[in-house]
């Protein structure tokens, strides 16, 4: 067979040359085991132990580092033709890819929103990559153990009986979902086949202007545009409007649009500020509109305790609630899911079987429903296994101390912020994440180069990571406290970093 290759391309020569001199050219010779167990078994275990000592010494090293460029150059290379061994690839991804990574498994890792990954996570990912399950459909373990993944969470959030769920990559794509269904929902199977066009529809969703810019690309991909999405103006606290949000659907209303959606956000990106949930789902209810819930992190407030748990109050009430697995529980990367009130109606938005997918009644092809129906994605992992024994091994409770714990930092860091000479919040603190901004009044954007180079050299120091956002017109420090491993310490350290580097910087 190899020897008919014509060489198009230097590639396909070289491929051809290696197919000869590896032997592989007699067919049944190519597997893709290895030639010998056991040293693989050294290897591996050798490789496992190099993982957990990366864990347990993760204080020892910077937050972040820069990929040398030394690095950078050995990490690009020709199309591997030729066959590398091992151990050697083993080694490169310990030595010159670990010690780069984005540094979020350390305690001092406080940009955006980072979940820190969990040890009992290896363990799941690695028996998973071992079963390498199809989790789209078919009657096997992996299909069981998601569906109790998505029951447990169905009774955590208070959705009844008869909901349904999927895991996703993460929230932006449980937002896909979850706004596919309720354009469904409100427009009937028609919209499938004709899509916008041919239904004439017009319509239009709601979220606060503080709404993560997934929801936006949520609105793009199912047709209906980002324009359709109003962004709600926010209150001082940084929660909807409520007063603005039903004037807009009454101008919608009465401009001939049809508004059909209102997101609530449990914890916005910027501040960690909740929509007023219940009030939201009183409104929806009254426009009969359906309630889409964005908790990415902030829905885990829910296992946290007084007074967090107060903040999800109404989550329950919701048509529909995104969250990730792999923010504030530390599942590691990656894991989300959504949650939909109406199993009909979320199935009725992507259920499509061909003979090549049809269920059987027996066999391999039965245990119908299967996870394809609710979603996208046919071929999907196994991500089930690293959220089912994350919350098995540490429990609701212990899950919901760490929340509780990393919330109280982010109060501490308020407090620090509140007594210090440099700094001001540049919003109120309520839940984990804390921004400050150079204090005193100033014009607008002059202090943007300040925070910017502010947030790289601590970055740099590899003391600390935060990031930056903008808070009304203000650019500030974002500090998002998701970290099981980060303590008051830790947040000390960082804003001692900052007073000092803002100190050099003037
Ligand atoms: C992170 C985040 C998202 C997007 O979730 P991904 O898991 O990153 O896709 C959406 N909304 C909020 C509030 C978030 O914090």
């Not at 391309?9 to 030639?35: I, N, R, V």
């Not at 090293?61 to 050697?88: D, F, I, K, N, S």
């Not at 936006?216 to 047709?223: H, I, N």
Request: aromatic share 8%; hydrophobic share 45%.
């Amino acid at each position: 067979m190899t020897d008919l290759l014509v060489c198009e391309s230097s590639g396909e020569c070289q491929l051809k040359e290696s197919l000869k001199s590896s032997g592989h050219s007699e067919s049944g010779a190519a597997t893709l085991d290895p030639g010998d167990w056991s040293s693989f078994r050294m290897l591996a275990h050798a490789t496992l132990d190099d993982c957990i000592d990366y864990i347990a010494s993760v204080r020892e090293r910077p937050v972040w580092q820069p990929v040398p460029g030394e690095v950078l150059a050995t990490l690009r290379g020709p199309v591997p033709y030729r066959p590398t061994a091992l151990p050697a690839l083993v080694e490169e991804i310990r030595d010159k890819i670990m010690p780069f990574a984005t540094g979020n498994v350390h305690p001092r890792f406080f940009g955006w929103v980072h979940g820190a990954g969990t040890v009992a996570g290896i363990l799941a990912e690695l028996m998973a990559a071992t079963m390498n399950s199809n989790c789209g459909g078919r009657d096997h373990a992996a299909i069981y153990v998601e569906r109790q993944v998505i029951e447990w969470c169905r009774e955590i959030f208070g959705f009844p009986a008869g909901g349904s769920g999927v895991l996703t990559v993460g929230t932006s794509m449980a937002a896909v979902i979850a706004v596919a269904t309720a354009r469904v929902s409100r427009l009937g199977a028609a919209v499938r086949a004709d899509g916008h066009t041919g239904t004439g529809s017009r319509l239009v969703g709601y979220s606060s202007a503080e709404g993560h810019v997934s929801l936006r690309k949520a609105f793009e991909l199912v047709g209906i545009g980002n324009a359709q999405l109003r962004a709600i103006p926010t209150l001082p606290d940084h929660s909807m409007c409520l007063e603005r949000l039903a004037a807009a659907i009454r101008a919608d209303r009465a401009a001939g649009l049809e508004p059909f959606l209102i997101i609530g956000t449990a914890g916005t990106v910027n501040t960690g500020a909740f929509d007023r949930l219940d009030a939201i789902a009183d409104l929806a209810q009254h426009e009969c509109l359906w309630f889409h819930v964005d908790g990415a992190f902030g829905a885990w407030a829910k296992i946290a305790g007084h007074p967090w748990q107060d903040l999800v109050r109404g989550i329950e009430r919701a048509d529909s609630l995104a969250f990730d697995f792999h923010k504030w529980i530390s599942v590691p990367y990656d894991a989300g899911c959504v949650l939909i009130r109406d199993a009909h109606r979320h199935r009725a938005a992507f259920a499509e079987r061909p003979d090549y997918l049809a269920t059987g009644a027996r066999g391999l092809a039965a245990g119908d429903p299967w996870p394809c129906d609710y979603g996208i994605d046919l071929s999907r992992g196994f991500r089930a296994l690293k959220a089912w024994i994350t919350l098995r091994h540490y429990g609701l409770a212990q899950l919901g101390r760490v929340i509780a714990k990393n919330c109280r930092s982010a109060v501490y860091l308020g407090k620090l912020v509140e007594e210090s000479e440099q700094f001001e919040l540049a919003a109120p603190v309520s839940l984990n994440i804390c921004c400050f901004c150079l204090k005193g009044a100033r014009t607008i954007g002059s202090d943007d180069a300040v925070i910017t180079q502010l947030a790289e050299e601590i970055q740099l120091s590899g003391i600390a990571a935060p990031s930056t956002t903008r808070i009304g017109a203000r650019l500030c420090v974002r500090v998002a406290i998701l970290n099981h491993r980060t303590t008051d310490n830790d947040v000390e350290m960082l804003f001692k970093s900052a007073c000092e580097i803002l100190r050099d910087l003037n």
